[in-house]
C-alpha cells in the first residue's frame, strides 16, 4: 500500500512544525482556558506545546468558520489528545506516522502483544482511539470524542456530521501548513 502524495506531503509538513517547542502565548492559553471545561483543560495541558499550539491554530481558524459552534471549537482543541498517552519523541512519532498507513489492524494488535517499541509504536499508531477513551472518561462532548478517534479516517469512514468534519479536517491541514512554513 503507497501513501498518497497529499498524505506524505502532510507527514513531512507535521514534522517540521512539530520541531517547535515555543509554548503557546498567555492569550492563546487564556483562551483555551475559556474553551474547555475542566477535565478537558486538564488533557489539553498534558499535551506537548507543539500540540498545544497546533491545537490552538486548528480551533482559531475552526472558530473562524464555525464561530457559533463551541463543540466544534473543542474537538479541535481536543483532536490529538491521545498522544499524551503514549511517551514519544519526534523519532517515534515520524516512524508512526509514516507507518500507520502500511500496516494492518492484525499487525498492529500483534505488535500491542509484544511489548517493546513495537507496542510503543502500535499504540501511538493508535492515538485517535486513546484520546477518544481520554475524552470521554473526561465527559466530552460525544462529537468531540467521536472525532477524536476519527480525525485520520477518510471521509466515507466517518460517523460524525460532515459539515463540521470537513472544517475541522480542512482547518487542521491548512495548520500544518502555515506551522512547517514559518507562519501561523
Known amino acids: 500500500m503507497a501513501v498518497p502524495i497529499s498524505r506524505f506531503r502532510h507527514l513531512v509538513e507535521r514534522f517540521f512544525a512539530s520541531l517547535e517547542r515555543k509554548a503557546p502565548s498567555e492569550s492563546d492559553q487564556n483562551w483555551v482556558l475559556s474553551q474547555l471545561s475542566t477535565k478537558e483543560l486538564a488533557l489539553w495541558s498534558a499535551m506537548g506545546r507543539s500540540d498545544q499550539a497546533h491545537s490552538i491554530a486548528v480551533a482559531k481558524r475552526v472558530d473562524k468558520q464555525m464561530p457559533e459552534d463551541r463543540t466544534a471549537v473543542v474537538a ?5 489528545v491521545g498522544k499524551i498517552s503514549v ?4 523519532s517515534l ?9 502500511l ?19 502500535a499504540a501511538l499508531i493508535r492515538y485517535p482511539a486513546a484520546g ?53
Open 87 to 90: 511517551p514519544s519523541g519526534i
Open 132 to 184: 477518544s477513551a481520554l475524552l470521554a472518561e473526561a465527559g466530552s462532548d460525544e462529537f468531540v470524542v467521536t472525532w477524536a478517534a476519527q480525525h485520520h479516517l477518510r471521509p466515507e469512514e466517518w460517523t460524525v456530521d460532515p459539515v463540521r468534519a470537513v472544517v475541522l479536517r480542512r482547518a487542521d491541514n491548512v495548520a500544518v501548513q502555515r506551522r512547517a512554513h514559518g507562519s501561523n
Open 93 to 101: 512519532r515520524v516512524v508512526a506516522a509514516l507507518t500507520q498507513p
Open 76 to 80: 479541535a482543541l481536543l483532536h490529538d
Open 103 to 121: 500496516v494492518s489492524t492484525n499487525r498492529l494488535n500483534r505488535w500491542v502483544s509484544t511489548g517493546g517499541r513495537l507496542s510503543r509504536l
